[in-house]
């Protein structure tokens, strides 16, 4: 007989207790009383022959995220008791392995969580250059001298080639959205020092979050994080008076723009 991984079953925006209470790897709490916010967490050992699989719902869909390493759920018990904010670590590859194994590892994954529904998520002050255009844009991380977050170059549905997979520094990050649940994946890149250019260790994580508290990463004033739906219209106007500037500098240099992409909507907004 065989051992089977065990399956443990999140759905996002289910109550906490719900989770804790049925999987089959109990999770651990550690909290802070003074700020009354808490993590839950089921760690295991890279190392472990039996890693769990996570299936993740999200409004029907299934995600299912093998050989997890690393599950962790913050809760702000102020706000709610519901999973908005979900941070996964995947195991990586033995070591020795290549870059060019990682990449095509990643983009496997990618193409599973495409498949189940998620999309390609340009954030709102960033020109939608999809990765079509990833010859034209010399700077791995930077558009006519802005650093933009949804790089042309690490665009979900263009596989990236070896040459500019390199050239990117030690981060790599992928956005998608479904549902008003935002997902960032990303690798952490670590060479070999003995070859450098062939092989390396990478960190793969994703974090999943609700629209909340996506909007709300990096408002740090506690007024501003009260109101921040009534601020948000603001922001989002800002946002995108920078991206249509860049668009027009891109437009004037040949480079096209992906016009059929829509920001998705934000359920906050239209409630």
């Known amino acids: 007989m065989t051992n089977q991984s065990e399956i443990i079953e999140i759905e996002l925006l289910s109550s906490i207790k719900n989770i804790t209470k049925n999987t089959p790897t109990p999770f651990t709490e550690s909290c802070m009383p003074q700020v009354n916010i808490c993590w839950y967490k089921i760690q295991k050992s890279a190392n472990d022959t039996d890693l769990p699989t996570i299936?993740?719902?999200n409004n029907g869909s299934i995600l299912s995220l093998?050989?997890?390493?690393?599950i962790t759920v913050a809760l702000d018990k102020d706000t709610t008791e519901n999973i908005e904010n979900l941070n996964v670590i995947l195991r990586g590859l033995p070591k020795g392995s290549t870059h060019e194994q990682?990449?095509?590892?990643?983009f496997s994954l990618i193409?599973?969580?495409k498949k189940s529904g998620w999309s390609h998520f340009y954030f709102p002050e960033d020109p939608r250059i999809s990765?079509?255009?990833?010859?034209?844009?010399?700077?791995?991380?930077e558009v006519f001298g802005r650093y933009v977050s949804s790089h042309p170059w690490l665009d979900p549905d263009y596989q990236l080639d070896l040459k500019r997979w390199l050239q990117i520094g030690s981060f790599y990050r992928w956005y998608f959205y479904k549902d008003g649940i935002y997902l960032n994946l990303k690798a952490w890149k670590q060479n070999d020092?003995?070859?450098?250019?062939?092989?390396a260790t990478y960190l793969i994580t994703?974090?999943?979050q609700s629209e909340s508290e996506f909007w709300l990463d990096g408002i740090t004033d506690k007024k501003e994080r009260q109101h921040w739906k009534e601020l948000l219209p603001g922001r989002l106007n800002a946002y995108h008076k920078t991206r249509l500037e860049l668009e027009e500098k891109a437009r004037?240099?040949?480079?096209?723009?992906d016009e059929s992409y829509q920001d998705p909507l934000i359920h906050a907004l239209n409630n």
């Open 111 to 113: 193409d599973k969580i």
């Open 193 to 199: 020092s003995e070859a450098p250019t062939e092989k």
């Open 102 to 106: 990682y990449r095509d590892l990643i």
């Open 66 to 70: 093998e050989q997890a390493v690393n």
């Open 206 to 208: 994703l974090d999943f």
């Open 131 to 141: 990765g079509s255009q990833a010859g034209k844009i010399s700077s791995p991380d």
């Open 252 to 257: 004037a240099a040949g480079i096209e723009i």
């Open 55 to 57: 299936n993740l719902k």
